[in-house]
Nanobody, 125 residues
Framework: QVQLVESGGGLVQAGGSLRVSCAAS????????MGWFRQAPGKEREFVAV????????DYADSVKGRFFISRDNAKNTVVLQMNSLKPEDTAVYYC??????????????????WGQGTQVTVSS
């Protein structure tokens, strides 16, 4: 059974930093593109970042580029999203997701087969 478990969310002041992690089990982690998405109240789920299975290349949404950084540890089956210079508009539930099929449309939620339960990140102004 595939499980993705996020942790590390919380409340932080604007300008601060948070690190959210995702622990994966039940899948061939090193063979998956791993993504982070977020969903704010009343809004659709949106792409945040992806790190690819081969070579570890990354892509980011324009809104987080230069502030957020995604990394992975294949030995520990974990993916981490380091969030710096947080803004109130970053407030959302953050989800990690796994794409074992390498579908290519990494910015689309539909490309990912497995999802975590999400972790709340709240940035106060």
């Amino acid at each position: 059974q595939v499980q993705l478990v996020e942790s590390g969310g919380g409340l932080v002041q604007a300008g601060g930093s948070l690190r959210v992690s995702c622990a994966a089990s039940g899948l061939s982690f090193s063979n998956c593109n791993m993504g982070w998405f977020r969903q704010a109240p009343g809004k659709e789920r949106e792409f945040v970042a992806v790190i690819r299975w081969s070579g570890g290349s990354t892509d980011y949404a324009d809104s987080v580029k230069g502030r957020f950084f995604i990394s992975r540890d294949n030995a520990k089956n974990t993916v981490v999203l380091q969030m710096n210079s947080l803004k109130p508009e970053d407030t959302a539930v953050y989800y990690c997701a796994a794409d074992p099929r390498h579908g290519g449309y990494y910015y689309r939620a539909s490309a990912y087969d497995y999802w975590g339960q999400g972790t709340q990140v709240t940035v106060s102004s």
